[in-house]
């Protein structure tokens, strides 16, 4: 089946983070699109596409993309105008750094609140339910549920969602929160008076959590303003192109505690999954803001570290002087300046 002739089509689930993440860039970019749920039919269409993740993308000449970053990278290559990349190569770098921590880190936390305890479990299980199947029967219905539930329920160790790591997690959302209440709105995203890659790749995983029924009631105590954010990133079509920051400006302030969280959480995480795997470990074991976290090392995470890091060794030499300093105070440059990464993995760890 190809794509209607100059339209694309985008396959996901309304319950999938990075499908509202590739949906809401089609729908800022003003690129016409086709939204399809992955029903049965659907799925029996992209089933031999590997590794089988969602969003798939299908263009119009029939290809299809899988992974959401390349899929917007692909998309700023075939359509000028309104582009999410900020078009400094030093904040294009920042961009990239944020929009990673949010698909790799972030997604931590929309996975454990989600799958942690009921009510979010049958919430959760019940919603994946009725985007794929919602003409089948209640009793067909009810055992799709329980079996989502028990198979993401047991994925959770996997993925890092333990008791053990729990703090660490829920001190990270926190912090992100924090970061963003009040600073983060229309108009005065991350990177300017237009949203970047970074900003849809956080409205993603936030799309989930302030729907689930646990999550939902902490953002809206915690970030109420950032509640709303997120529901207005779902469909930007009628917002102004804006403009980026200039780049010898001074970092908005919410950037600025989003690269400090990446400083001392996220890039010593990847850097301690890349040594594990590196040293064929069974566990990467790493101190977080002073707690223990613990997980099964993973292959496409080392790839994230690998590719930041030649992003960042391929810097103009004046962009990387301007954030030398910046990325030293936060931590972030000692792991970008390191070396030795793990095998990479065939695809993302949770692109679902």
């Not at 400006?249 to 959480?265: F, H, I, Q």
């Not at 910046?326 to 990464?341: C, D, I, R, T």
């Amino acid at each position: 089946m190809s794509g209607t002739q100059g339209t694309y089509r985008l396959i996901g689930m309304g319950s999938s983070p990075y499908s509202m993440k590739v949906r809401a860039v089609l729908r800022y970019r003003r690129i016409p699109h086709l939204w399809l749920y992955r029903t049965p039919e659907v799925r029996a269409e992209i089933a031999h596409l590997r590794p089988p993740v969602i969003p798939v993308l299908q263009v119009p000449d029939g290809t299809y993309l899988v992974d959401s970053t390349p899929m917007i990278e692909a998309l700023e290559g075939r359509h000028p105008g309104r582009a999410v990349w900020p078009s400094d190569p030093g904040q294009a770098f920042l961009c990239r750094l944020v929009e990673d921590m949010a698909d790799e880190w972030l997604t931590k936390a929309m996975f454990h609140l989600r799958w942690w305890a009921e009510p979010d479990r049958g919430f959760a299980a019940g919603w994946i339910v009725d985007d794929a199947m919602p003409q089948a029967p209640a009793a067909e219905r009810a055992d799709a549920a329980a079996a989502i539930r028990d198979r993401q329920v047991s994925r959770m160790a996997l993925v890092g969602c333990t008791p053990e790591n729990d703090p660490v997690i829920r001190d990270s959302l926190s912090r992100w929160l924090a970061a963003m209440e009040g600073r983060v709105t229309r108009g005065a995203w991350l990177f300017g008076s237009r949203p970047s890659v970074a900003d849809f790749a956080i409205f993603g995983q936030l799309a989930p959590l302030v729907t689930d029924p646990s999550p939902q009631v902490l953002i809206r105590q915690a970030a109420p303003r950032l509640d709303n954010w997120v529901r207005h990133m779902d469909d930007l079509s009628g917002e102004a192109e804006g403009a980026w920051d200039d780049p010898a400006a001074d970092l908005r302030p919410a950037l600025r505690d989003l690269l400090s969280l990446a400083g001392d959480t996220y890039l010593p995480f990847l850097a301690a999954n890349a040594a594990a795997l590196q040293e064929g470990a069974a566990e990467v074991a790493v101190t977080l803001g002073g707690r223990r976290y613990v997980q099964a090392p993973f292959g496409y995470q080392a790839k994230c570290l690998s590719r930041l890091r030649e992003a960042w060794a391929a810097l103009p030499p004046a962009a990387a002087d301007r954030l030398a300093a910046l990325l030293a105070e936060s931590g972030a440059l000692s792991v970008l300046e390191g070396h030795g990464a793990g095998q990479p993995a065939d695809g993302p760890v949770n692109e679902t």
